[in-house]
């Protein structure tokens, strides 16, 4: 039972390059979400999705995408990185939206 | 408009004291709370959590005060042991709303 696994964990981005995010669960979890974790900022939901094939924003949603195809996999999106989005990344899913959320161990990214 | 607030970024605490950590929420629509705790280069863990209708939670070592008038929850530590360093994350979810929503953190250090 792996929990929530990302990937990749870390990465570094050109400006104006795009890449994706990974998320996956093996908890059968319907709600997954995106964060990120700036310094002196917490963690700050990006967009977040309550089953297979529903999306919504979050708090800091621009500059991404995301979908949910299949339940188990939550995948962020970046079309065009900018400097503004190196942070750390993480994942977690809950069984419900009620109950705790299981994270993964983050991806760290750098745009330059 | 931050809606989990957690005022003290650190908080250093002698191994064997009491640690309280404190978080104030403005959405009064909030309830459910949760606390979770985060080592570095590693994604936040579970600790424990409240539900609105309760005022305190136990476990083990972990107790969690709930004050809705106030809009205020604390985490009490006792006793304190050095592995308890590490950033504690206050987060809140109200039950018609999906979003998990965390403050900024409070870094705790135990003292030897």
């Known amino acids: 039972n792996a929990g929530v696994t990302q990937t990749p964990k870390f990465r570094v981005l050109k400006t104006g390059q795009s890449m994706t995010l990974l998320c996956a669960q093996d908890?059968?979890?319907?709600?997954m979400y995106w964060y990120r974790q700036d310094p002196g900022m917490g963690l700050r939901l990006i967009h977040y999705?309550?089953?297979?094939?529903?999306?919504a924003k979050g708090e800091v949603p621009d500059g991404y995408n995301v979908s949910r195809l299949k339940k188990q996999n939550f995948l962020l999106g970046l079309e065009s990185a900018a400097p503004s989005q190196t942070s750390v990344y993480f994942c977690?899913?809950?069984?419900?939206?009620?109950?705790?959320?299981?994270f993964g161990q983050g991806t760290r990214l750098t745009v330059v | 408009d931050q809606q989990v607030k957690q005022n003290s970024p650190s908080l250093s605490v002698q191994e064997g004291r009491i640690s309280i950590l404190n978080c104030d929420y403005t959405n009064s629509m909030f309830d459910y709370f949760l606390w979770y705790k985060k080592y570095p280069a590693e994604g936040p863990t579970f600790l424990i959590s409240?539900?609105?209708?309760?005022d305190k939670n136990e476990d083990g070592r972990f107790t969690v005060f709930l004050n809705k008038s106030a809009k205020h929850l604390s985490l009490h530590i006792v006793p304190s042991q050095p592995g308890d360093s590490a950033v504690y994350f206050c987060a809140a979810d109200e039950n018609r709303d999906d979003k998990i929503i965390f403050g900024k953190g409070t870094r705790l250090h135990i003292l030897p």
């Open positions: 977690a899913s809950t069984l419900d939206g009620n109950t705790e959320a299981f």
């Open positions: 999705s309550v089953g297979e094939g529903t999306t």
């Open positions: 409240i539900s609105s209708i309760k």
């Open positions: 908890m059968n979890h319907e709600y």
